[in-house]
Protein backbone atom coordinates (compact mmCIF):
# COMPACT_ATOMS: atom_id res chain seq x y z
CA UNK A 1 0.00 0.00 0.00
CA UNK A 2 0.74 3.39 -0.28
CA UNK A 3 4.02 4.83 1.82
CA UNK A 4 4.13 8.68 1.66
CA UNK A 5 7.23 8.63 3.60
CA UNK A 6 8.98 6.48 0.08
CA UNK A 7 9.97 9.18 -2.54
CA UNK A 8 10.89 8.35 -6.32
CA UNK A 9 12.99 10.34 -8.18
CA UNK A 10 12.92 12.29 -11.67
CA UNK A 11 15.21 10.25 -14.61
CA UNK A 12 17.83 12.25 -16.61
CA UNK A 13 18.95 10.82 -19.35
CA UNK A 14 23.14 11.88 -19.67
CA UNK A 15 23.67 9.65 -22.87
CA UNK A 16 21.44 8.26 -25.36
CA UNK A 17 19.30 10.67 -26.92
CA UNK A 18 17.44 9.39 -29.98
CA UNK A 19 20.34 7.12 -30.11
CA UNK A 20 18.76 4.82 -28.27
CA UNK A 21 16.59 4.19 -31.02
CA UNK A 22 19.28 2.90 -33.40
CA UNK A 23 20.59 0.23 -30.75
CA UNK A 24 23.13 2.99 -29.01
CA UNK A 25 24.43 2.63 -25.53
CA UNK A 26 21.88 4.74 -23.01
CA UNK A 27 22.69 5.67 -19.46
CA UNK A 28 20.12 7.35 -17.16
CA UNK A 29 20.54 8.52 -13.60
CA UNK A 30 18.08 9.38 -10.93
CA UNK A 31 17.69 12.84 -9.91
CA UNK A 32 15.94 12.86 -6.08
CA UNK A 33 16.28 16.88 -5.83
CA UNK A 34 12.81 16.36 -8.45
CA UNK A 35 10.84 13.54 -7.48
CA UNK A 36 7.16 12.17 -6.28
CA UNK A 37 5.53 10.81 -3.50
CA UNK A 38 2.18 9.60 -2.09
CA UNK A 39 -0.10 12.00 -0.24
CA UNK A 40 -3.55 11.72 1.10
CA UNK A 41 -5.86 14.36 1.13
CA UNK A 42 -9.27 15.33 1.46
CA UNK A 43 -9.12 18.86 -1.44
CA UNK A 44 -7.58 16.32 -4.60
CA UNK A 45 -8.65 18.46 -7.57
CA UNK A 46 -11.40 15.90 -9.91
CA UNK A 47 -9.21 16.87 -12.68
CA UNK A 48 -6.21 15.13 -11.33
CA UNK A 49 -8.59 12.06 -9.52
CA UNK A 50 -10.26 11.62 -12.98
CA UNK A 51 -7.02 11.29 -14.69
CA UNK A 52 -5.52 8.73 -12.02
CA UNK A 53 -8.95 7.14 -12.70
CA UNK A 54 -8.15 6.89 -16.34
CA UNK A 55 -4.96 5.05 -15.46
CA UNK A 56 -6.53 2.74 -13.64
CA UNK A 57 -9.19 2.05 -16.15
CA UNK A 58 -6.68 1.60 -18.64
CA UNK A 59 -4.34 -0.92 -16.28
CA UNK A 60 -8.03 -2.87 -15.75
CA UNK A 61 -8.66 -2.81 -19.55
CA UNK A 62 -5.18 -4.40 -20.26
CA UNK A 63 -5.18 -6.98 -17.48
CA UNK A 64 -2.99 -5.71 -15.44
CA UNK A 65 -5.00 -6.90 -12.00
CA UNK A 66 -2.43 -10.05 -12.84
CA UNK A 67 0.13 -8.55 -11.21
CA UNK A 68 -1.32 -5.39 -9.68
CA UNK A 69 -3.82 -5.04 -6.58
CA UNK A 70 -5.60 -2.20 -8.89
CA UNK A 71 -9.21 -2.93 -6.80
CA UNK A 72 -7.13 -1.70 -3.74
CA UNK A 73 -5.82 1.23 -5.73
CA UNK A 74 -9.10 2.24 -6.57
CA UNK A 75 -9.75 2.30 -2.88
CA UNK A 76 -6.77 3.81 -2.24
CA UNK A 77 -8.29 6.76 -4.93
CA UNK A 78 -11.55 7.31 -3.19
CA UNK A 79 -9.96 7.96 0.00
CA UNK A 80 -8.43 10.92 -1.54
CA UNK A 81 -4.91 9.14 -2.77
CA UNK A 82 -2.86 11.65 -5.01
CA UNK A 83 0.44 12.15 -6.34
CA UNK A 84 2.54 15.44 -4.97
CA UNK A 85 5.37 15.48 -7.14
CA UNK A 86 7.45 18.57 -7.88
CA UNK A 87 9.20 17.23 -11.47
CA UNK A 88 7.93 19.99 -14.46
CA UNK A 89 5.95 18.55 -17.00
CA UNK A 90 7.19 18.87 -20.80
CA UNK A 91 10.80 18.51 -19.52
CA UNK A 92 11.93 14.86 -20.00
CA UNK A 93 12.74 14.04 -17.15
CA UNK A 94 10.23 10.92 -16.26
CA UNK A 95 7.34 12.68 -14.67
CA UNK A 96 5.00 10.12 -16.01
CA UNK A 97 7.48 7.37 -14.74
CA UNK A 98 7.87 8.20 -11.07
CA UNK A 99 3.96 8.09 -11.00
CA UNK A 100 4.13 4.67 -12.57
CA UNK A 101 7.05 3.68 -10.51
CA UNK A 102 5.01 4.80 -7.65
CA UNK A 103 1.96 2.73 -8.40
CA UNK A 104 4.09 -0.41 -8.94
CA UNK A 105 5.72 -0.40 -5.70
CA UNK A 106 2.31 0.45 -4.20
CA UNK A 107 -0.17 -1.90 -5.57
CA UNK A 108 1.98 -5.01 -6.70
CA UNK A 109 0.97 -7.87 -5.43
CA UNK A 110 2.84 -9.56 -2.92
CA UNK A 111 2.96 -13.03 -5.01
CA UNK A 112 4.10 -11.27 -7.81
CA UNK A 113 7.50 -10.04 -6.78
CA UNK A 114 9.99 -10.52 -8.97
CA UNK A 115 14.13 -9.59 -9.30
CA UNK A 116 14.18 -9.50 -13.45
CA UNK A 117 14.85 -6.29 -14.15
CA UNK A 118 13.96 -7.27 -18.04
CA UNK A 119 10.11 -8.37 -16.36
CA UNK A 120 10.03 -5.07 -14.25
CA UNK A 121 10.73 -3.03 -17.59
CA UNK A 122 8.33 -4.56 -19.69
CA UNK A 123 5.60 -3.69 -16.78
CA UNK A 124 6.68 -0.55 -16.35
CA UNK A 125 6.38 -0.09 -19.68
CA UNK A 126 2.65 -1.66 -20.26
CA UNK A 127 1.71 0.54 -17.64
CA UNK A 128 3.39 3.51 -19.06
CA UNK A 129 2.06 3.52 -22.28
CA UNK A 130 -0.84 4.75 -20.94
CA UNK A 131 0.76 8.36 -20.77
CA UNK A 132 3.22 7.72 -24.45
CA UNK A 133 1.24 5.32 -27.03
CA UNK A 134 4.69 3.08 -26.18
CA UNK A 135 6.93 3.27 -23.80
CA UNK A 136 10.34 1.54 -22.98
CA UNK A 137 9.95 1.57 -19.30
CA UNK A 138 13.15 2.89 -18.69
CA UNK A 139 12.17 6.53 -16.84
CA UNK A 140 10.02 4.13 -14.73
CA UNK A 141 12.72 1.79 -14.23
CA UNK A 142 15.03 4.37 -12.95
CA UNK A 143 12.76 5.80 -10.43
CA UNK A 144 11.81 2.53 -9.33
CA UNK A 145 15.10 1.12 -8.91
CA UNK A 146 16.49 4.46 -7.50
CA UNK A 147 20.03 3.79 -9.06
CA UNK A 148 21.61 4.42 -12.34
CA UNK A 149 21.03 2.38 -15.24
CA UNK A 150 22.98 1.32 -18.08
CA UNK A 151 21.23 0.43 -21.46
CA UNK A 152 24.37 -1.84 -23.48
CA UNK A 153 22.50 -1.34 -27.03
CA UNK A 154 22.01 -4.88 -27.62
CA UNK A 155 18.89 -4.73 -25.85
CA UNK A 156 19.79 -5.82 -22.46
CA UNK A 157 19.48 -3.32 -19.66
CA UNK A 158 20.77 -3.07 -16.02
CA UNK A 159 21.42 -1.29 -13.01
CA UNK A 160 25.28 0.27 -12.30
CA UNK A 161 26.89 2.70 -10.33
CA UNK A 162 28.78 5.97 -11.72
CA UNK A 163 32.09 6.39 -9.55
CA UNK A 164 33.52 9.80 -9.08
CA UNK A 165 34.38 12.01 -12.00
CA UNK A 166 36.37 14.64 -12.79
CA UNK A 167 34.00 16.89 -14.28
CA UNK A 168 30.79 18.51 -12.79
CA UNK A 169 27.05 18.02 -14.67
CA UNK A 170 24.38 20.62 -13.90
CA UNK A 171 20.87 20.97 -15.29
CA UNK A 172 20.20 23.97 -17.11
CA UNK A 173 16.14 25.33 -16.99
CA UNK A 174 14.99 26.45 -20.15
CA UNK A 175 11.68 27.69 -18.78
CA UNK A 176 10.36 25.86 -21.83
CA UNK A 177 8.49 22.72 -22.20
CA UNK A 178 7.92 20.56 -24.67
CA UNK A 179 6.85 16.92 -26.52
CA UNK A 180 8.89 14.76 -27.38
CA UNK A 181 6.75 12.91 -29.68
CA UNK A 182 7.60 15.43 -32.30
CA UNK A 183 10.92 16.01 -32.01
CA UNK A 184 11.23 12.46 -32.40
CA UNK A 185 9.41 12.64 -35.87
CA UNK A 186 11.79 15.21 -36.76
CA UNK A 187 14.39 12.89 -36.47
CA UNK A 188 13.17 9.88 -37.70
CA UNK A 189 13.07 12.47 -41.17
CA UNK A 190 16.41 13.14 -40.50
CA UNK A 191 17.50 9.90 -40.41
CA UNK A 192 16.02 9.42 -44.08
CA UNK A 193 19.11 11.76 -45.56
CA UNK A 194 22.37 10.07 -46.81
CA UNK A 195 24.75 12.96 -44.58
CA UNK A 196 22.96 12.69 -42.22
CA UNK A 197 22.76 8.62 -41.87
CA UNK A 198 26.75 8.22 -41.84
CA UNK A 199 27.40 10.88 -39.37
CA UNK A 200 24.69 9.14 -36.79
CA UNK A 201 26.76 5.94 -37.64
CA UNK A 202 30.43 6.90 -37.94
CA UNK A 203 30.48 9.71 -35.74
CA UNK A 204 27.57 10.36 -33.15
CA UNK A 205 26.92 6.70 -31.72
CA UNK A 206 30.21 5.85 -31.72
CA UNK A 207 31.39 8.93 -29.55
CA UNK A 208 27.97 8.34 -27.51
CA UNK A 209 28.83 4.99 -26.43
CA UNK A 210 32.31 6.23 -25.54
CA UNK A 211 31.41 8.40 -23.55
CA UNK A 212 28.79 6.12 -21.64
CA UNK A 213 31.59 3.76 -21.27
CA UNK A 214 34.12 6.02 -19.85
CA UNK A 215 31.25 7.53 -17.48
CA UNK A 216 30.63 3.61 -15.94
CA UNK A 217 34.69 3.25 -16.42
CA UNK A 218 35.60 6.73 -15.36
CA UNK A 219 37.98 7.16 -17.69
CA UNK A 220 40.52 9.82 -17.53
CA UNK A 221 40.37 12.67 -19.55
CA UNK A 222 37.02 12.31 -21.12
CA UNK A 223 36.81 16.10 -21.78
CA UNK A 224 37.72 16.40 -25.43
CA UNK A 225 35.42 13.94 -26.41
CA UNK A 226 32.78 15.57 -23.99
CA UNK A 227 33.47 18.37 -26.32
CA UNK A 228 33.78 16.77 -29.57
CA UNK A 229 29.73 15.38 -29.09
CA UNK A 230 28.61 18.31 -27.69
CA UNK A 231 29.76 20.56 -31.03
CA UNK A 232 28.80 18.06 -33.39
CA UNK A 233 25.16 17.89 -31.55
CA UNK A 234 24.89 21.55 -32.57
CA UNK A 235 25.48 20.43 -36.01
CA UNK A 236 23.43 17.83 -36.19
CA UNK A 237 20.26 18.53 -34.08
CA UNK A 238 20.26 22.26 -34.34
CA UNK A 239 16.32 21.90 -34.38
CA UNK A 240 16.11 20.36 -31.25
CA UNK A 241 18.02 23.69 -29.51
CA UNK A 242 16.21 26.61 -28.60
CA UNK A 243 17.43 29.41 -31.10
CA UNK A 244 17.83 31.49 -27.63
CA UNK A 245 20.31 29.03 -26.05
CA UNK A 246 22.71 28.35 -29.44
CA UNK A 247 25.06 31.72 -28.24
CA UNK A 248 25.45 30.32 -25.14
CA UNK A 249 26.04 26.78 -26.65
CA UNK A 250 28.80 28.01 -29.06
CA UNK A 251 30.46 30.17 -25.84
CA UNK A 252 30.77 27.00 -24.04
CA UNK A 253 32.94 25.55 -26.53
CA UNK A 254 34.47 28.49 -27.81
CA UNK A 255 35.99 29.06 -24.23
CA UNK A 256 35.50 25.24 -22.77
CA UNK A 257 34.34 26.65 -19.14
CA UNK A 258 31.65 24.55 -20.19
CA UNK A 259 30.17 22.52 -22.79
CA UNK A 260 26.43 21.40 -23.26
CA UNK A 261 24.10 18.81 -24.84
CA UNK A 262 20.97 17.73 -25.25
CA UNK A 263 18.67 16.31 -22.31
CA UNK A 264 16.41 13.98 -23.74
CA UNK A 265 14.70 15.41 -27.20
CA UNK A 266 15.60 18.58 -26.30
CA UNK A 267 13.18 21.55 -27.65
CA UNK A 268 13.04 22.84 -24.06
CA UNK A 269 12.84 21.48 -20.88
CA UNK A 270 16.20 21.03 -19.57
CA UNK A 271 19.76 21.00 -21.24
CA UNK A 272 23.01 19.18 -19.81
CA UNK A 273 25.86 21.06 -18.89
CA UNK A 274 29.41 19.60 -18.18
CA UNK A 275 32.08 21.26 -16.79
CA UNK A 276 35.52 20.94 -15.16
CA UNK A 277 34.62 24.16 -13.06
CA UNK A 278 32.87 24.22 -9.50
CA UNK A 279 31.40 27.71 -10.11
CA UNK A 280 29.86 27.17 -13.15
CA UNK A 281 26.35 28.28 -12.64
CA UNK A 282 26.65 32.03 -12.72
CA UNK A 283 27.47 31.72 -16.81
CA UNK A 284 24.16 31.28 -17.44
CA UNK A 285 20.85 32.95 -16.89
CA UNK A 286 18.34 30.82 -16.63
CA UNK A 287 18.12 28.29 -13.32
CA UNK A 288 20.66 25.91 -12.97
CA UNK A 289 20.51 22.66 -10.50
CA UNK A 290 23.74 20.71 -9.60
CA UNK A 291 23.56 16.93 -10.83
CA UNK A 292 26.66 15.23 -10.18
Not at 208 to 216: C, F, I, K, R, Y
Request: net charge negative.
Amino acid sequence: MPNNSTTYPSKILLFGEYLILDQAQALAIPFSQLSGAWQKSKHVSSDYKADLIRLLDFMEHKGMDAFLDLAAFRKELDQGLSFDSNIPLGYGAGSSGALIAAVYDAFLKPNEQVKELELIRERLASMESFFHGKSSGLDPLVSFLKKPVWVDGVGKIQDCAIPKLDFHIYLLDSGISRSTAPLVEVYKQKKAHQAFHQVLHSQLIPLSNTLVQGMLENTSDLWSTLVEYSRLQLETFEEMVQPSFKSTWLEGLRTEEYVMKLCGAGGGGFYLVFSQSKNVEGKFSKPVLRLL
